[in-house]
Every structure is written in structure tokens, then in C-alpha cells.
Nanobody, 119 residues
Framework: QVQFVESGGGLVQPGGSLRLSCVAS????????WAWYRQAPGKQRELVAG???????TYADSVKGRFTISRDNAKNTVYLQMNSLKPDDTAVYYC?????????????WGQGTQVTVSS
């Protein structure tokens, strides 16, 4: 059974840091690109950062220089290091494999992890 489990969210003050983790199971993690997405209340889900199978990374303009995506193929895990957090970063964060059947189906999205940036 394919499953993505996100963790590491929480409440943090502006300027603080968090590290999110996503463990994927039931599929061949290594061959896929991976991405972190987020969805704030009343807004559409947006792609925040992506990492290809060869390690190439991309970032949304809003998080460049603050967020870092990485992957550990041995652990089937993708990470998102978030620094200098802002209130606008508040959202539920999800991981998935962009361009795959998993990201195109609502059945393969996890519960996400809530990130709240507030003083």
C-alpha cells in the first residue's frame, strides 16, 4: 500500500526554523522526483520545493534562500528545512511525487503536517 507520512510541523515564532520529514512506503522511492507542497486556508495548494532523482532542486520564489529540500533514498524520506519562517508560511505541508500518478490522484495525498508561524 502506497503511503506518504509527513511530520515535523508545529507552532514557531517568526524567524524560527522547522524541519519537515516525509516517509514514503509501498513504492520505488528512488526513481521519482519529490516535492513539498503547501495549502493555506482559502488558498490553492502550491508547490514549494522539488528535488529530482539526480538531486537537482527547484524552489518557489517565495521560499528561495530560506527553505532547503533534500532526500535520503536509503530511508525513503524527503526533508524540508525551513529557516527564517514568516507568517505567510503558515499552511498544511504535504509531500508527493510531482508528475506521477500519485500526485494526480486524491487517494495518494497524506494528512500533511501543520506549520503555524505566529508570535
Amino acid at each position: 500500500q502506497v503511503q506518504f507520512v509527513e511530520s515535523g510541523g508545529g507552532l514557531v515564532q517568526p524567524g524560527g526554523s522547522l524541519r519537515l520529514s516525509c516517509v514514503a512506503s509501498g513504492m520505488n522511492f528512488n526513481i521519482y522526483a519529490w516535492a513539498w507542497y503547501r495549502q493555506a486556508p482559502g488558498k490553492q495548494r502550491e508547490l514549494v520545493a522539488g528535488i529530482a532523482s539526480d538531486g537537482f532542486t527547484t524552489y518557489a520564489d517565495s521560499v528561495k534562500g530560506r527553505f532547503t529540500i533534500s532526500r535520503d533514498n536509503a530511508k525513503n524520506t524527503v526533508y524540508l528545512q525551513m529557516n527564517s519562517l514568516k507568517p505567510d508560511d503558515t499552511a498544511v505541508y504535504y509531500c508527493n511525487a510531482p508528475g506521477s500518478k500519485y500526485s494526480r490522484s486524491p487517494n495518494y495525498w497524506g494528512q500533511g503536517t501543520q506549520v503555524t508561524v505566529s508570535s
